[in-house]
T-cell receptor, first 111, second 114 residues
Framework: GEDVEQSLFLSVREGDSSVINCTYTDSSSTYLYWYKQEPGAGLQLLTYIFSNMDMKQDQRLTVLLNKKDKHLSLRIADTQTGDSAIYFCADFSGGYNKLIFGAGTRLAVHP | DAMVIQNPRYQVTQFGKPVTLSCSQTLNHNVMYWYQQKSSQAPKLLFHYYDKDFNNEADTPDNFQSRRPNTSFCFLDIRSPGLGDAAMYLC?????????????FGPGTRLTVT
């Protein structure tokens, strides 16, 4: 079945850029998403990208998609302490809107 | 603001005692989902409703049931909770007509089983 993988942990200094990576296996993916989860909270949709795009920018967030390698990344510019959270990559291949989530990357931002 | 609301935010139940978690939405979305998320894991889809059509994931235990009496509300019933059912339960919504399929999540209900 489809699979989504992420590295589990990333530590960055405040003000630096963070890059969170994700790989997926489903070649029929149409949209890929990034969600943010703060402690004890639900998932907040950050951004998503259509599979025929290779880049999407939204303020401090840049999403890069390499469809050939099935690799997705999320770059957060000027990372702040408020960006500390778990970031989930998710894959959508249509049908009844089923999302396949990765295990999440815990981003820790230190001074 | 349009949103997804879950009540209660924290629920404690005893082993084997039935419990119901609720979700409501003001987005008027036709699809509603229930996910189970255990610590440090990805959310796992339990089932979803497209309007009143119920779709169960193949590996969802029979102990979990759901009801959707109307567009706005959806309930998760756990008939006989075990210690392994302690988790965060997330409700989400989407609209079938959206090609991008994005889902909007509630804040979750953390279930503790004693």
């Amino acid at each position: 079945g489809e699979d989504v993988e992420q590295s589990l942990f990333l530590s960055v200094r405040e003000g630096d850029s963070s890059v969170i990576n994700c790989t997926y296996t489903d070649s029929s993916s149409t949209y890929l998403y990034w969600y943010k989860q703060e402690p004890g909270a639900g998932l907040q949709l950050l951004t998503y990208i259509f599979s025929n795009m290779d880049m999407k920018q939204d303020q401090r967030l840049t999403v890069l998609l390499n469809k050939k390698d099935k690799h997705l990344s999320l770059r957060i510019a000027d990372t702040q302490t408020g960006d500390s959270a778990i970031y989930f990559c998710a894959d959508f291949s249509g049908g009844y809107n089923k999302l396949i989530f990765g295990a999440g990357t815990r981003l820790a931002v230190h001074p | 603001d349009a949103m997804v609301i879950q009540n209660p935010r924290y629920q404690v139940t005893q082993f084997g005692k039935p419990v119901t978690l609720s979700c409501s939405q003001t987005l008027n979305h036709n699809v509603m989902y229930w996910y189970q998320q255990k610590s440090s894991q990805a959310p796992k889809l339990l089932f979803h409703y497209y309007d009143k059509d119920f779709n169960n994931e193949a590996d969802t235990p029979d102990n979990f049931q759901s009801r959707r009496p109307n567009t706005s509300f959806c309930f998760l019933d756990i008939r006989s909770p075990g210690l392994g059912d302690a988790a965060m339960y997330l409700c989400a919504t989407s609209t079938k007509e959206s090609p991008s399929g994005e889902q909007y999540f509630g804040p979750g209900t953390r279930l503790t089983v004693t």
